[in-house]
């Protein structure tokens, strides 16, 4: 979802020019402020020598975030999803991602992350959406549903746009939604992840871009997974603003 998200801004900022979001991988166009990563460098030194305005990237929880994104009131686009869907496609992106703990197993996967309320890493913590929509509702935010996305793309594009301050006409919103459809978007090798090293990203095991589905929960969840985490869900989520669907 933010790799979708990242392109779409980007042909948005660039009025749907196919050329100029062509003209670097994903995570160069746009600095990944936590990121260091031996083979490519650190997000916050490519941030750094980027000059203003600059689009950034983060999977930071708010009380993590650099007080100056508060300060200097920037724009937040808050990427969220449905958290079954989300879970899933994180635990895909575990199997495949070298660096991460490796946890093959989907059950003691789901035990372990989502119901025992422990990521092994803070990155995809999808409760900070509660902190967020609780916190920040004051901040120039926009939400960027997955799901909306997936269902309306003219519609969240046109959205997003209005939010960044782009009149888009029809047909560069129609050529958006082309160019940011799955199956153009796994074809792109500027976005589908084939220009990050293999020691970081082992595309063999699972593709970066999997299936880009709404509902796949349905097909990892059994009865008592899916129960154990409505529980939690609910408790943990209570006072959000954001609903998800979960029934496609
Ligand atoms: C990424 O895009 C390139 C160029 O179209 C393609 O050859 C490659 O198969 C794509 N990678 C994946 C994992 O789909």
Request: net charge positive; charged share 20%; proline share 6%.
């Amino acid at each position: 979802g933010t790799t979708w998200t990242q392109e779409i801004v980007d042909l948005i900022q660039n009025e749907g020019d196919v050329d100029l979001t062509q003209r670097a991988p994903t995570h160069v166009s746009f600095p990944f402020i936590e990121w260091i990563i031996p083979s490519i460098g650190s997000g916050l030194e490519q941030a750094n020598a980027m000059p203003s305005p600059r689009t950034l990237k983060t999977h930071l929880p708010f009380q993590l975030l650099p007080p100056s994104f508060l300060e200097r009131n920037c724009q937040i686009i808050y990427v969220a999803r449905n958290p079954k869907d989300n879970l899933v496609s994180y635990y895909h992106f575990h199997r495949m991602n070298k660096p991460l703990p490796h946890s093959t197993v989907w059950a003691r996967f789901c035990q372990r992350t989502a119901l025992a309320g422990h990521l092994e890493i803070s990155l995809g913590q999808h409760f900070h959406t509660l902190h967020h929509t609780q916190r920040c509702f004051h901040l120039r935010t926009v939400y960027s549903v997955h799901q909306d996305m997936y269902l309306n793309p003219k519609h969240e594009i046109w959205k997003l746009g209005e939010f960044i301050g782009k009149k888009l006409d029809g047909s560069v919103l129609g050529k958006i939604v082309h160019h940011t459809s799955f199956d153009v978007m796994k074809q792109n090798p500027m976005a589908n992840c084939s220009a990050v090293p293999a020691e970081v990203t082992d595309r063999s095991v699972s593709p970066f871009m999997r299936k880009g589905a709404v509902g796949d929960w349905k097909n990892h969840f059994i009865v008592a997974q899916n129960e154990r985490f409505d529980e939690d869900y609910q408790r943990r989520m209570a006072g959000t603003s954001l609903i998800f669907h979960f029934q496609f």
